[in-house]
Each structure stands twice: as C-alpha cells, then as structure tokens.
C-alpha cells in the first residue's frame, strides 16, 4: 500500500519484528516478506542484496516444505543468479526445478521455462533456447495480466520461439 520508495523500508521493520517474535502467527509472515524485500532489491539492481533474502525465502519455505511456495523460492534464487551472471548455475537449477515439478506430477511452469530459455539465449545457445521460449510463450500467453501488461515481453518469447 505504500509508495515504492517507502516499502523497503517498512518490509525491513516488519520483518525485523517478525524475527524476533514468538508469535507463530507472526511468524507466518517471513516468508513474504523476505520474498517481497528480494524482489525490491532485484528491481533496484542490488542483485547480491536480493539473493540473500532470497537464500533466505528459500531456507524457511525448505524448513516448513511449503510445496508451491518452495518452489517459487527456488525459482527466484536461480532467477537471481541469472542476473548475477551466474548463468550456468542459474540454468542448473532452473532445469533441475523442472524436473522437481515433472517428478511432483505438476504442470509445466512458463516461467521456468522462460527462464530455462532466457539461460540458454545467454549462453549463446539459441537452438537449444527455441522451444524453451515457444512453451513459456504457450504457457504465459493464458495469463490474462501479462496478455495485458507485458505484451512486448510475450511478443519476444513468441518471436524467439519460432526460431
């Protein structure tokens, strides 16, 4: 609800009271708030700030075994890396999050297929990146938010898809 430049700020507070309370209800909010305290740092730029929360999100969704949660966590951190220029890492585990959601019987995700496909354009490996982009342009294309506010972004994966 606050201004963009206010809401680290209060996610900080927030989570610094969160970390030192016993309130389990309390408690409950960690993981938003290290997940929502990496994404401001990402959008800034401060990747290695943004990895640390997100190492974090990912620890307490590990402790708690959050399901859908853990694995956007995992998503993030390798999401990260890929802006750190860790891009082989990054790919490593984007690939083995995929394989993590097949074993689980989940269906397939666009965004980690566009992530999948965004490591390997990175590393010069378009060939390979093409169908990754074509299945997160199938798959992202029924999100009637991104169809709304990132058509460009859809149009790349769509280009890049067909290649």
């Keep these: 609800a606050e201004k963009p430049e206010n809401q680290l700020a209060w996610n900080l507070k927030a989570l610094a009271a969160v970390e030192k309370t016993t309130d389990p209800r309390a408690q409950k909010w960690a993981g938003s708030l290290y997940n929502n305290i990496g994404w401001t740092y990402h959008d800034q730029g401060k990747f290695s700030e943004a990895l640390g929360y997100f ?3 990912l620890f ?3 402790t708690r075994q959050t399901g859908e949660s853990l694995l956007i966590a995992k998503w993030s951190v390798a999401r990260t890396l890929r802006s750190l220029n860790r891009t082989e890492e990054a790919l490593k585990q984007q690939l083995a999050l995929a394989a993590e959601r097949q074993k689980l019987k989940l269906a397939e995700d666009g965004y980690v297929a566009e992530e ?3 490591c390997l354009f990175a590393l010069k490996r378009e060939a390979e990146a093409a169908p990754y982009f074509a299945k997160a342009y199938q798959l992202l294309s029924q999100d009637s938010w991104l169809l709304e506010n990132e058509s460009k972004r859809l149009e790349r994966l769509k280009s890049l898809g067909a290649k």
């Design 116 to 118: 999948i496909a965004e």
């Design 60 to 62: 307490w969704h590990q």
């Design 55 to 57: 190492e974090k999100c």
